[in-house]
């Protein structure tokens, strides 16, 4: 996001530069040889001599992997949302002296291209297919382009509208610009926001990022709209009614909510605080001469917020505390236009919130009602009875917002460690004997605190009956002399290692190693493999650098909710069997809640001629191991004979492909491994 924010900002300048300085025939040729220039960029592809650095900022890696891979034709395309309404705005059009409305149709072709992308052009075409058609579509483009200027020019030359160099330009002051600025910030940010509070509070259920993305473009086209009954007048009941809610989800009694009912309830407060701000800029928009800087202050405003929650908040905030911050903010978007911030008004807010934060702080902490639901109605009603008190004191309603955000910042949950790098949140805490880790909302492993000092247990997935311990203990694995794991978690499987054993691990997340290595938080790795090395970066490109022969390769990188897809293809199965002795075994740890991955992994097991057994393990009732858990474990391997060894227990089953075409680097659709649709079948 923060990319291609930032991307817009060039390209608006851009636009504002060739409409100030140039004429529209000099307009329409720079633009097409900038097009020209992007045509040789196509096919878009990442170069093969790309490889990710983990020991370097993983945000700017990322950033100029974009920058190279489409950098030049995003930059064309995105000055066309401010140059085509100023084009229009000299066509002699209808509307033309006021061209804001075509931006509803830029981002409502935004919104079917976000859409089109998820649900067609991935389960349908390959990565390579979808670029060839998007470069068609993009040389389609150039030809629509060549038209709508020479329209333009004709149209300017029959209702005699002067060159652009003697349009007399009037620059809207400092301070405009900067409250356009500070609008368009907040629904940008609160969208982010939202989406990495579901994806973390609720789980990364699979493409939860598009819609409060599709929600964000959805206000833009509602508010750009020539609406006559829509107007922040109107939206101003629905804004406070959406403060209140926004308020709720994000204060601790929200935890006692189910998650699909909380998460439908973002939804509709991130679509109409967006479009309150949206149409708050809508209603300020300025004459069609300022057009092109008011874009770009939108744009700023935007790049603002995925800076703020892409690279400031994770190096400043140890939580997740931007949608707060932001929810604040847009309780600020109604003092706009309300004359000067009384102290009378803050203090009334002041006072007004004291009984909220009272009936928040009891029904949250010890409710003697014990009913989530009642909590919420208690708290949402107070809101709604002081937001209506003093809907004429904005100020006020600002600093209720805030009093009920304040505490969560400071709100550590006792956690013995809690940090965030790139790939999210990391959190270490106590309950009762265990000492657990917490990454996002997966539980990466736990430990009994009473085995601190001594040579641990590992518990959860890895206990001694589960899959994964019953291939590393078996007579084969105590026979291994190389096993390798992708994804450390704490290291828990490190303490089957055996003496004459050597092991690697392999991990993306510089965080998680010194989580794991760290004797004060776990004690797995300094206590049974301190000497084994941690190899950072993308375990498919480390491991195809190294010359490691592995008797046992774990996979277990897709236990967790957001699937790394690159890691279960044709190709990387081929990558890791290449890393196999002869007779050695790739073990999958697929547990998950939304996906169903044997299925595709039997598939390129075949295409492979490989073979595979799988178990689904549960726990005994009266299992020993209180800290064991449920897990689904596939093995592969290239030797038949081995498969067949473990068969010989019956607690794993022979796995058979179902002739479909298996997951590639080029095509892979995650939709068809979710659970849901795989019970339908």
Same mark, same amino acid.
């Given at each position: 996001m923060l990319f291609f924010q930032v991307v817009l900002i060039v390209g608006y300048i851009y636009a504002h530069v060739l409409t100030k300085w140039l004429s529209l025939r000099w307009q329409l040729v720079t633009h097409l040889v900038f097009w020209a220039s992007a045509l040789t960029l196509l096919p878009l592809s990442v170069s093969e001599s790309w490889s990710y650095d983990a020991s370097s900022s993983t945000a700017w890696q990322t950033l100029k992997l974009f920058a190279l891979g489409v950098g030049l034709p995003f930059a064309v395309l995105s000055a066309n949302a401010p140059l085509l309404q100023a084009w229009y705005a000299r066509s002699g059009g209808p509307s033309a002296d006021d061209p804001y409305f $075509?931006?509803?149709a830029s981002n409502f072709g935004s919104l079917l291209a976000l859409l089109a992308f998820p649900l067609l052009a991935d389960p349908l075409l390959g990565a390579r297919e979808t670029s060839n058609i998007w470069s068609v579509g993009f040389v389609?483009?150039?030809?629509?382009?060549?038209?709508?200027?020479?329209?333009?020019?004709r149209g300017a030359n029959t209702f005699a509208v002067a060159p652009t160099t003697d349009v007399a330009y009037s620059t809207p002051k400092l301070k405009q610009i900067a409250k356009w600025i500070i609008i368009a910030f907040v629904?940008?940010?609160?969208?982010?926001?939202?989406?990495?509070?579901?994806?973390t509070d609720l789980g990364s259920i699979p493409l939860i990022w598009v819609v409060p993305l599709a929600t964000y473009l959805l206000s833009f086209i509602?508010?750009?709209?020539?609406?006559?009954?829509?107007?922040?007048?109107?939206?101003?009941?629905?804004?406070?009614?959406? $403060?209140?809610?926004?308020?709720v989800l994000l204060t601790k009694i929200v935890d006692q909510l189910s998650t699909p009912f909380v998460f439908l309830l973002y939804v509709p407060v991130l679509f109409v605080i967006a479009l309150y701000a949206h149409r708050l800029l809508y209603e300020m928009r300025p004459p069609a001469e300022q057009l092109t800087v008011f874009y770009i202050a939108l744009s700023v405003g935007g790049a603002f917020g995925g800076l703020f929650n892409s690279i400031i908040a994770p190096l400043v905030f140890a939580q997740e505390v931007e949608a707060q911050l932001t929810m604040i903010l847009a309780g600020g978007?109604? $003092?706009?236009?309300?004359?000067?911030i009384t102290p009378r008004a803050l203090a009334?807010?002041? $006072?007004?919130s004291y009984p909220i934060l009272y009936a928040a702080g009891v029904f949250g902490a010890s409710n003697p009602f014990d009913d989530a639901t009642l909590q919420t109605i208690i708290v949402i009603s107070m809101l709604i009875g002081a937001f209506a008190l003093f809907r004429n004191r904005p100020a006020s309603i600002v600093v209720i917002i805030a009093a009920l955000m304040l505490p969560i910042f400071s709100d550590k949950k006792d956690s013995l460690f809690q940090d965030r790098s790139f790939f999210g949140t990391h959190k270490v805490y106590t309950t009762g004997n265990l000492r657990l880790y917490q990454n996002g909302t997966t539980l990466h492993g736990l430990q009994f605190e009473s085995e601190f000092g001594t040579r641990p247990t590992p518990q959860s997935y890895y206990y001694p009956k589960g899959p994964m311990a019953q291939v590393i203990t078996s007579e084969f694995g105590r026979q291994s002399d190389s096993i390798g794991i992708v994804g450390l978690g704490v290291g828990a499987l490190s303490c089957y290692k055996l003496p004459t054993q050597e092991w690697a691990f392999f991990e993306i997340d510089v965080m998680v190693d010194r989580v794991a290595r760290d004797p004060s938080m776990f004690t797995y790795i300094s206590e049974c493999a301190p000497d084994s090395p941690t190899h950072l970066g993308d375990a498919r490109i480390v491991m195809a650098q190294t010359d490691y022969t592995f008797d046992i390769l774990v996979l277990d990188a897709y236990s967790s909710d957001a699937i790394p897809l690159h890691l279960i293809t044709k190709e990387a199965v081929q990558m890791y069997t290449e890393r196999?002795?002869?007779?050695?075994v790739l073990v999958f740890h697929i547990s998950n809640r939304y996906y169903e991955l044997s299925t595709p992994l039997a598939r390129i097991a075949d295409e492979l001629g490989l073979h595979?057994?799988?178990?689904?393990?549960?726990?005994?009732?009266?299992?020993?191991?209180?800290?064991?858990?449920h897990s689904i474990v596939a093995i592969i391997s290239p030797d038949e004979a081995r498969i067949e060894g473990f068969l010989a227990d019956d607690k794993w089953k022979p796995v058979l492909s179902d002739g479909r075409g298996p997951w590639t680097d080029d095509k892979a659709n995650l939709l068809s491994a979710l659970q849901w649709l795989q019970n339908e079948k």
């Open positions: $075509l931006y509803s389609m483009f150039g030809g629509l382009l060549l038209i709508s200027g020479l329209v333009t020019v629904p940008s940010s609160l969208m982010l926001s939202f989406t990495t509070k579901a994806s509602f508010a750009f709209a020539k609406l006559k009954r829509l107007s922040v007048k109107s939206l101003q009941i629905p804004m406070l009614l959406a $403060l209140v809610l926004g308020t978007l109604l $003092l706009f236009g309300k004359g000067p009334f807010g002041f $006072l007004a196999l002795a002869g007779d050695g595979m057994a799988l178990q689904r393990h549960f726990l005994d009732k009266d299992s020993e191991y209180t800290g064991g858990n």
